[in-house]
């Protein structure tokens, strides 16, 4: 999808969508409730989670992990 919302509403081009969303919006929240960051280049996606405080950068808790850090 273009966006992260995609992946929570219709989508008109798309002609395989279910009935259903398979996420529902309230659920596309990090653990500490924060958005995640969704960013397409091409036909690649990253998604991340800013960590606890929800800034750049930062250790433990308060790290950032993406979707690249999982290959």
């Given at each position: 999808?273009?966006?992260?919302?995609?992946?929570?509403?219709?989508?008109?081009?798309?002609?395989?969508?279910?009935?259903?969303?398979?996420?529902?919006?309230?659920?596309?929240?990090?653990?500490?409730?924060?958005?995640?960051?969704?960013?397409?280049?091409?036909?690649?996606?990253?998604?991340?989670?800013?960590?606890?405080?929800g800034s750049p950068g930062g250790?433990?808790?308060?790290?950032?992990?993406?979707s690249?850090?999982?290959?």
């Amino acid at each position: 999808p273009q966006a992260l919302t995609g992946l929570s509403e219709a989508d008109g081009n798309c002609s395989n969508w279910g009935p259903e969303a398979y996420a529902k919006p309230k659920q596309l929240k990090d653990p500490w409730g924060n958005d995640f960051d969704y960013q397409l280049n091409g036909g690649n996606f990253v998604i991340m989670s800013l960590g606890k405080d929800g800034s750049p950068g930062g250790s433990g808790y308060d790290a950032d992990i993406s979707s690249e850090d999982m290959e």
